[in-house]
């Protein structure tokens, strides 16, 4: 099945409350910001195969619209650091949330040409607390060695 697309007027159209949001910055790195706590591997790996299917193609869309109406780079080759924003500060195990759903939604994206190791270096995720506005920040640069 093939993942749907929106152009950037579609993109606009849709008057979302939700807060996915990028930005380029000025040394060409890019800022992504994704609404909502991360799902952990725990849950991705117990529930219904359809269910998880039908989160990570919803996931895909929302970022190839966001891809789009940014105009974000394509990265042949990349680092990519990721920061997740709980509502609480309870205990959680670095394991149980590895971003392969979001790094696999940002390949389809094109944002990332691939995500195996020769061209993708993975810093490892970070856990902060935001009360307010629990969410995901992802910053990916291009990897120079």
């Known amino acids: ?14 008057n979302r409350t939700a ?9 060409g790195s890019v800022w992504l910001s994704i609404p909502g706590e991360p799902v952990s591997l725990n849950r991705w790996t117990r529930q219904h195969w359809a269910k998880t299917r039908k989160m990570l193609l919803k ?21 990519v650091r990721v920061v997740y924003y709980f509502r609480t500060n309870r205990r959680r195990d ?10 696999d939604a940002m390949r389809k994206a094109g944002i990332l040409a691939d995500d195996n190791a020769d061209v993708l270096r993975l810093l490892p995720v970070e856990f902060q607390v935001d009360k307010e506005r ?6 990916v640069r291009e990897w120079v060695e």
């Open 59 to 79: 996931m895909t869309a929302e970022m190839q619209a966001l891809a789009t109406s940014h105009r974000l780079p394509r990265f042949e080759r990349a680092e």
């Open 19 to 27: 807060e996915w949001d990028a930005r380029i910055e000025p040394d």
């Open 94 to 103: 670095q394991d149980n949330y590895t971003p392969k759903q979001l790094l």
């Open 1 to 14: 099945m093939k993942t749907p697309t929106l152009t950037a007027a579609e993109f606009r159209k849709m």
């Open 134 to 139: 629990p969410r995901t920040e992802v910053f």
